[in-house]
């Protein structure tokens, strides 16, 4: 006799006590805290915030928290939560040239007003596990100095001067919202660039990557790459003038690439732009690489078929949300698919086996 | 659950869903754009069918969700636990007392009547997208009516199997005009598609499609002259409640390897093993 | 006339809307059924049914033409306030409400594109009265044939020889509604 499997409820309701004490793990190990993942996992909490889409550290602290570490389902859970906050207005755009630089760097001059400031970065240490940090150790003390103020000028506006590097002209057209609008083909430059920089960080590496390697290859210099805090502006109709609502940490980079020319227009090198929530170097050099390759149509480049030359695939296949929940759900049931495939591949065999036994015959 | 809106999507987007809804119910079988909202479960889970039914969804409606056929599969549980929590809806699994089913994978075995909305969960909602990956070309190829690639393809599969090697997501064409994809049902069940007297929608959410079948519907399944249409299924009976004309789950009852088959549809089982029917394997 | 402007509109919204939406859909799904809604009392010329549509289904993201008395003081600042939608001309417009007279031309309304037929106008035409006499529709939604008291014959057979593009049409009669969608044949 037979009995039908029963009782999801219960089984998904102990399915979730069970991860909750998971998460938690053993309870002779103090907790984690909320402020010591953002302040100590601020380059996970970064990422969360980046490609979540949400510029709040705490929100991301406790996603990162509740979700195990899994960033990608941390993401999500912020994802989840946006989507609910109601909208008040949108922000003046932000302004990167007062930008109060924590590191800023460029790899096309030695030097340059406002000067190269390496900031907290991983670059030059030595990839050596510190033994230290696995006892307790002590709070380290880095020097320090007075902050520059006052604007940080972009390197490419110094090209830009002498007319050797693309003029980007003045848009206040506002852009497409992708979180508003179904995304659709031909996407413009706004909305790639919206696309990319709450892309995936692998995969986005992944494709600028592979320009690097020669699919769609634009020889990319960073020009300018700068991690900082930059205002946040909002006009109130009330006021009749824009307020300072808060402040946000945002990485830019700002590559210069391929040139271009023609017999009618002398040469000119092009731009690649990347703009990402929090210290999250390695994903705006991504989006830079990218967004170049991307604008090969705009640029009368030759398709080389390169995937990053791809907006269609590039954006279709960039948001690790999506990706990861369709991926996942080939583990839900299929059984009523899978039944009719079973079904018709024993039809089609026993038919198959029908005709040979009848050309043995034969 | 107070701090979130009834059914739990806010009024703006439900109205844009509703919008999507009423266009997709006016040109049959096209694929309305919308802007599919991140919803608190995975893409690929039912999101498209969630904003669809918090957007039909009233006070007063009595709510079936099924997948597979089963009200009591984990994923149908927690998406009518969802509804149960967001939208305070009364829940059934009876398919004649619900007025919105939310459905994956099957069209239940009794015939709906007027009065009841049947959304589908759908993950791929372009049937021409494994002929053509790109959306800019599938989309081009509905405004002209070109289907010939389709065609091509079943008749590739007739020229190698003998059949059309299609047995669920089985393409129809609406009323002489769009090719539509039904999603992963078996094709078992599209004959019920067409004619219908209840309100069919679908909703994809990852691929931001909504799209809709009116009632009494003309909907075709793509066949051949010399290949007609079939719907199949296995051919047993149910173990259960001996039922020789609903679609069929096959289990593995034994190391040995021994098979029973069980309705895929709980409802229809259960109602006809209430009523006294008795199937081979019953207690 | 302040007050009339901030009465009117759904004491409740989620569910209020939720009901006119399900009648709204019912009509679109059953084109000749002709369906009772509640819930809105705009200011006049429009009516109760009028309103509730309104109320279901704009607000700031999709533009509205006012045809012919219905483009009055009271309505604006009622329908502006209760949905935020903005006004336009008729080319522009995802929603035109008014009688049939000033509804016409026809010609004019955005019917959509070969690849997107969904970017068409919806118009609510405001009638006198709303009978199942009436012309003969057929089509999807419809079992066999249906009929209903339909302003103009000829322009709907016009509006169908366009589809997949082509206009939608919602009717209102005080508190009922009927609709006909581009994919109904009338006759």
């Known amino acids: 006799m037979y009995v039908a499997v029963k009782g999801g409820e219960r089984a998904i309701q102990n399915a979730h006590a069970w991860l909750a004490e998971e998460r938690r793990g053993p309870t002779d190990i103090a907790e984690l805290g909320i402020t010591q993942i953002r302040e100590q996992l601020s380059l996970a909490v970064n990422r969360v915030m980046a490609e979540g889409s949400l510029y709040d550290p705490d929100l991301a602290a406790l996603a990162i928290k509740q979700a195990r570490g899994d960033l990608i389902e941390a993401i999500f859970l912020i994802r989840a939560y946006r989507t609910t906050l109601p909208r008040f207005g949108a922000s003046e755009p932000v302004d990167t040239g007062i930008m109060a630089c924590d590191r800023r760097i460029s790899a096309t001059f030695k030097d340059l007003p406002g000067g190269q400031v390496l900031g907290p970065t991983f670059d030059y240490t030595h990839r050596l596990l510190d033994f230290k940090l696995a006892a307790d150790g002590e709070a380290p003390n880095a020097p320090s100095r007075e902050p520059e103020t006052g604007n940080v000028p972009h390197v490419t506006e110094f090209l830009n001067r002498e007319g050797l590097i693309e003029e980007v002209p003045h848009d206040d057209t506002p852009p497409p919202d992708l979180t508003r609008e179904p995304l659709e083909m031909p996407a413009d430059r706004a909305l790639r660039l919206q696309a990319l920089t709450r892309a995936d960080e692998g995969f986005t590496l992944g494709l600028a990557y592979s320009t690097q390697r020669g699919y769609g290859r634009n020889h990319a210099f960073v020009g300018e790459l700068r991690i900082g805090s930059v205002p946040v502006e909002m006009d109130i109709p009330e006021l009749g003038f824009s307020v300072e609502i808060g402040e946000v940490i945002l990485t830019e980079c700002e590559t210069v690439n391929q040139f271009t020319g023609s017999k009618t227009e002398p040469p000119q090198f092009t731009r690649g732009y990347g703009l990402v929530f929090g210290q999250t170097e390695r994903k705006a050099i991504s989006m830079a690489l990218v967004d170049r390759a991307l604008r090969w149509e705009e640029l009368g480049e030759d398709n080389v078929g390169a995937p990053a030359q791809d907006a269609e695939f590039v954006l279709y296949h960039a948001d690790n949300i999506q990706a990861t929940g369709f991926l996942e759900h080939i583990k839900l049931p299929h059984y009523v698919d899978f039944q009719s495939e079973l079904e018709l591949v024993r039809k089609l065999r026993h038919e198959a086996g029908a005709q040979q036994v009848q050309e043995a015959a034969e | 659950m107070t701090e979130y809106n009834f059914a739990y999507l806010d009024e703006q987007t439900k109205r844009m869903i509703r919008r999507a809804i009423l266009k997709g119910l006016a040109i049959p079988g096209y694929q309305v754009p919308f802007a599919s909202r991140e919803m608190p479960m995975p893409y690929g889970w039912g999101t498209g069918g969630v904003q669809v039914s918090a957007a039909v969804l009233t006070p007063d409606d009595t709510f079936k969700v099924i997948d597979q056929g089963a009200d009591d599969t984990t994923n149908a549980v927690s998406i009518r636990t969802f509804f149960q929590r967001t939208a305070g809806v009364v829940t059934t699994t009876a398919t004649r007392d619900a007025t919105v089913i939310q459905t994956r994978h099957r069209i239940p075995e009794e015939p709906l009547h007027e009065g009841q909305i049947l959304v589908y969960q759908v993950p791929i909602p372009e049937p021409l997208r494994f002929l053509e990956p790109r959306e800019s070309e599938t989309r081009k190829m509905h405004s002209l009516e070109e289907y010939g690639l389709m065609h091509v393809k079943l008749y590739e599969d007739i020229s190698r199997h003998g059949h059309i090697a299609t047995s669920y997501a089985y393409p129809v064409k609406v009323e002489g005009r769009y090719v539509m994809d039904p999603s992963p049902i078996p094709k078992f069940d599209n004959p019920k598609l067409g004619d219908m007297a209840a309100i069919q929608l679908f909703g994809a959410g990852r691929e931001q499609r909504i799209y809709a079948l009116p009632p009494y519907t003309q909907v075709v399944s793509l066949d051949f002259e010399d290949h007609p249409f079939e719907a199949s299924k296995a051919n047993h009976c149910c173990g259960m409640c001996g039922a020789t004309d609903s679609y069929l789950d096959e289990l593995i009852i034994d190391d040995a390897g021994g098979r029973m088959f069980v309705c895929s549809d709980t409802d229809y089982c259960e109602a006809r093993q209430a009523m006294g029917h008795k199937g081979k394997d019953a207690a | ?187």
């Not at chain 3, 604006?76 to 995802?94: D, I």
């Not at chain 3, 007279?101 to 037929?117: H, N, Q």
Request: proline share 9%.
């Open chain 3, 1 to 187: 006339m302040q007050a009339n402007t901030l009465s009117g509109g759904f004491t409740k919204p989620a569910a209020q809307s939720a009901h006119a939406f399900r009648r709204v859909l019912e009509a679109m799904a059953r084109p000749g059924t002709i369906q009772d809604i509640e819930g809105a009392a705009p200011p006049a010329p429009m009516s109760p049914a009028m309103g509730a549509v309104l109320l279901t289904l704009c607000d700031t993201e999709t533009p509205v033409y006012l045809a012919g008395d219905m483009d009055c003081e009271a309505v604006r600042t009622w329908l502006a306030f209760h949905t935020g939608a903005p006004f336009v001309g008729p080319a522009h417009c995802m929603f035109a409400v008014g009688s049939w007279d000033a509804l016409a031309p026809l010609a004019v309304y955005p019917i959509g594109t070969s690849e997107y037929p969904d970017r068409s106008a919806t118009l609510i035409v405001e009638r006198s009265e709303l009978s199942v006499k009436g012309a003969t529709l057929t089509g999807p939604g419809i079992k066999g044939q249906t009929t209903l008291s339909v302003p103009d014959v000829d322009a709907f057979q016009t509006n169908r020889k366009l589809f997949p593009l082509g206009l939608d049409f919602i009717l209102t009669s005080g508190a009922r509604l009927a609709a006909l969608p581009r994919s109904t044949k009338v006759s």
